[in-house]
């Protein structure tokens, strides 16, 4: 399963990248985080329907010092999730 999340609110500046990639990382889920020219979190990932119920949970309640607003789910093909590797920060320095 593939998903691709948009996160508004208080996410950048408060550490909300580096908190998804150890969430998606533990999960030993598939994909990317970033940050959006708009000021919102951008997340593409691929696993189970369990461990992607896991990291939605936590998207929703974001690290301490975030306020999330609104996550916007869209479901992908499995295709677009076929070059995903191991989960990480695009962007960062």
Request: charged share 30%; with cysteine.
């Amino acid at each position: 399963m593939v998903l691709h999340f948009l996160i508004q609110g208080r996410v950048q500046g408060v550490g909300f990248r580096w908190f998804v990639h150890r969430e998606a990382s533990e999960l030993e889920l598939r994909g990317w985080v970033r940050n959006t020219e708009e000021g919102d979190v951008e997340v593409v990932v691929a696993g189970s329907p369990a461990d992607l119920d896991e990291l939605r949970a936590s998207l929703r309640k974001g690290p301490r010092g975030s306020r999330v607003d609104r996550v916007i789910e869209h479901l992908l093909t499995d295709s677009e999730g076929e070059k995903l590797r191991a989960f990480c920060i695009e962007g960062a320095w």
